[in-house]
């Protein structure tokens, strides 16, 4: 059904490649890594003809603003700015919002900064967002091109409850736009969006707040399961489900930044792998018809010690909420339905005791297991419309992750389900990626570009409830979308387009939306291969510019992320932009996705079970054995040469006794081991934030692949491995890292010093996991390249 834009006509020239690649670190810190003024943050209002977006104004500007897409299906389209925070607040540029708000962002990645969220009402009219952490509410008019924003000035009855007043975290308008909950950490607020007259509905007791909190998602939730929220409107707008989580159990960790010796830190709890998590509870508050008052509060009653992670929360029209819990190891989860009285059962709710609140039952719809560990689809479990339970399994006998509903799977074997987007009651809209080996057919639309429909292409298709499968999207890329009425959208990038696209369909008329980011203009030169026995999915990349397109021979640069989770190889032009720099540099970069990455079934991802350390680095090692025979058949015969947008030459042989790897995160784990363990391949690293001892890492992830044994985080680590090092390796680590914190850089620092071993270590003040600072983004670049030519020089 899409049909992307057109590629722009020509290419970077060689007469301006050089300057492109000179300037591609200062561009790249600039603009944001050329995100600023793409649209993102989609939601389709109404029949869908109208769709709100975020967008800032230019290549460099990070100041967001909320934006309406109209389209009627014929003549009248076009773009619309409802709310520019600039009028709105003054100093909207020098972004001051609240620490909690710091930190849900960086558990989000969300590095923007003006309306980075908003929340919209079922009829999508009223809207609402903070900026700078005030609160602010856009009435759309009729006409759903015009609007009227304001802020929401916020009163108390209850002298009392001013102190609730501030930080507002997470506003979510109710679905009939009435009033507005937010989180403060210790209390959840209610407010009228008409008046500003506000009640707390929920509060933490003052001797409790040290560990625990209201209305907010727990670290292991937003750091490893994707959820962000923490409390969740019903559908009546009267009733709310309230996350309270309690970390006293977790290790109290601080945060310091020793440039600044008088600043004491900021202290906070890590639920660290093999210690405690912070113990979490759901309550329903159900308020007064007419009022802002709590009419009733009861605790929604599932074991939250068998299942400690409250993983999904859900509350759709016309149903009682779902719930996905987990166990501590995430090998057995239930699907609960949370049954929520009627209106006036609310009444005759009983406790046990006048010193305990009732009680609210829960019913186990489904369960699920596996020996490994179940993974998470988002958008599941999910509802259709006439009450049929989608949810998600991982079928280990057909190798798919699939969608099940009643209990009874339909999506096809081979079809890899990593997101449901919308469930109907004639099919669900989802992003597969095809493993061509179990689903050798496809559709008619993609026949031309079958080969290309594999691991390395995010999909959008609709399934019927009878398994057959229709394309949304037609390209190879990595693409997203949502359905309302008779309204589409369609997001995502490919590897035709240096751009990420947005496309708003309504009755089947495409508008693109305008994308004002900046591109690095890089000529790309990408190949992509399948590598060694287990055909790992690889792209390699080669200069075009005139320094070394010509050369017969280069070393060789890997680049992976290579943990579980994730992927790297895959349709998307901008995936590859560091890789075509690096080649810039003079060498031949390749990026190699080996088991326990994504998008080849659960077999594939679970090899790495309690071994990720030993079977991660055996293909990274098995992708550099490989690539001389990769290289030569690409040479001769050619293949995937239309992705190379770069004038089809010989690759460059590899240079195989001189071979690096860069990476960050478990990348940089990776780079570490590399040198650690195999210095006969790896003549050199850069490792980035490695988590170094897995003990110092977080439950929820860590323990997902390695259990609870403690000797198996011994053999995972790398910190023993210190006396091995013989080749030059580079730690880079920001003081600010709460996710991978400094401590594991600093560990394998400490290791090889006491074991003589030089290395070189540049720990980064006030950075964080993201390196959030524009200037440190481009010199790393600069330092690491400069590194690993002289580290291969010797």
């Known amino acids: 059904m899409t049909k992307p834009l057109q590629p722009a006509a020509g290419q970077a020239a060689d007469s301006t490649q050089s300057e492109a690649v000179r300037e591609y670190a200062a561009n790249k810190a600039r603009t944001t890594r050329f995100t600023c003024g793409a649209p993102r943050s989609a939601t389709l209002l109404g029949d869908g003809e109208r769709m709100l977006f975020l967008r800032s104004d230019g290549s460099e500007d990070t100041v967001t603003a909320l934006w309406v897409s109209v389209n009627n299906g014929t003549d009248a389209v076009g773009e619309f700015m409802l709310a520019d925070p600039r009028t709105l607040l003054a100093d909207a540029d020098a972004e001051d919002v609240p620490a909690e708000e710091r930190a849900r962002r ?34 759309l008019g009729e006409d759903g091109v015009t609007a ?49 007259r506000a009640h707390a509905v929920f509060t933490v007791a003052e001797q409790d707040r040290a560990t625990m909190r209201a209305g907010l998602a727990e670290f292991a939730a937003a750091e490893e399961m994707d959820r962000y929220s923490g409390f969740w409107w019903g559908p009546d707008s009267r009733t709310l489900l309230v996350e309270c989580f309690d970390s006293a159990a977790e290790p109290l960790w601080t945060i310091s930044d020793p440039a600044n010796p008088a600043d004491p830190g900021v202290r906070h709890r890590y639920p660290r792998a093999l210690t405690q998590n912070a113990v979490v509870d759901l309550f329903a508050v159900h308020l007064a018809d007419d009022r802002l008052y709590v009419d009733r509060t009861a605790l929604v009653d599932w074991d939250n010690t068998a299942y400690e992670y409250l993983a999904v929360v859900r509350w759709q029209a016309g149903q009682r909420p779902l719930l996905r819990v987990l166990n501590r190891l995430q090998t057995d989860e239930q699907i609960l339905r949370v049954d929520v009285p009627e209106e006036s059962g609310w009444a005759h709710l009983t406790s046990i005791d006048e010193h305990t609140m009732p ?14 560990w179940i993974d998470l689809i988002d958008g599941t479990p999910a509802y259709t419309p006439n009450g049929r339970l989608i949810c998600s399994v991982n079928d280990m006998r057909a190798d798919t992750n699939r ?16 997101a449901l987007l919308d469930a109907d009651d004639g099919t669900v809209m989802c992003v597969v990626q095809r493993t061509p080996e179990l689903a050798p057919d496809v559709p008619d639309a993609w026949r031309a570009t079958a080969a290309d429909h594999d691991a390395r292409s ?16 037609d390209e190879p890329g990595v693409w997203g979308a949502a359905r309302r009425g008779d309204g589409l959208m369609v997001a995502g990038r490919d590897m035709a387009h240096p751009q990420a696209q947005m496309m708003h369909y309504f ?48 070393p060789v640069l890997m680049h992976p992320y290579g943990g579980p989770g994730f992927q790297e190889v895959t349709m998307s032009m901008a995936a590859y932009w560091d890789a075509q720099w690096w080649a810039e540099q003079g060498y031949l970069v390749v990026v190699a996705d080996g088991r326990g990455t994504t998008g080849r079934g659960p077999r594939w991802d679970r090899e790495i079970h309690e071994c990720m350390k030993d079977v991660t680095l055996t293909d990274q090692v098995d992708a550099v054995h490989a690539l001389a025979g990769a290289v030569q058949a690409i040479n001769t015969g050619q293949p995937h040469a239309r992705h190379a947008h770069a004038a089809v030459r010989a690759l460059p042989e590899p240079d195989l006794q001189r071979v690096a790897m860069i990476g960050w995160s478990y990348g940089g784990f990776l780079s570490a081991l590399a040198v650690l363990r195999a210095p006969d391949v790896f003549a050199a690293a850069c490792a980035g ?30 910190i023993a491995d210190a006396p091995r090092l013989r080749r030059p390796l580079m730690l880079i680590h920001g003081f600010a890292d709460d996710n991978v914190t400094i401590a594991h850089s600093l560990r394998l620092s400490q290791a090889l010093m006491e074991a003589g071993r030089e290395h070189t270590f540049l720990p980064l003040t006030g950075i964080t996991h993201m390196t959030n600072d524009p200037a440190v983004a481009r010199n790393l670049l600069v330092l690491q390249r400069d590194f690993l030519a002289r580290a291969l020089a010797r």
């Open 458 to 473: 995010f999909d959008v298709v609709a399934i019927d409830y009878e398994g057959h499968v229709y394309p949304v999207t």
């Open 507 to 554: 009755r089947g008329n495409g508008v693109h939306v305008k994308n004002h980011a900046a591109v690095p203009g890089l000529t790309m030169n990408v190949r992509f291969a399948r590598l060694g026995e287990r055909g790992l999915h690889a792209a390699i990349v080669a200069p075009t510019g005139a320094q070394y397109a010509g050369a017969r021979q280069l």
């Open 403 to 418: 969608l099940t509903v009643d209990g009874v799977p339909f999506t096809p074997a081979g079809w890899q389900v990593r």
């Open 689 to 718: 934030a490695p988590p170094t001892d897995w003990t110092l890492y977080d439950t929820c992830y860590t323990e997902r692949y390695l259990g609870l044994d403690p000797e198996v985080y011994a053999r995972n680590s790398i």
């Open 106 to 139: 960086e558990r989000a990645r969300e590095s923007g900064s003006g309306i980075v969220a908003y929340s919209v009402d079922d009829t999508g009219r009223t809207v609402l967002f903070t900026i700078n952490g005030e609160l602010f509410v856009c009435e």
């Open 148 to 196: 009227e924003t304001r802020r929401l000035e916020l009163t108390f009855d209850d002298d009392g409850e001013r102190q609730y007043a501030t930080p507002i975290l997470n506003p979510r308008v109710s679905p009939d736009g009435t009033r507005v909950a937010y989180a403060t950490g210790t209390a959840v607020v209610v407010a009228e969006t008409s008046t500003g």
């Open 359 to 372: 009680l609210l039952p829960v019913s186990v719809l489904e369960t699920h297991h596996n020996d490994q």
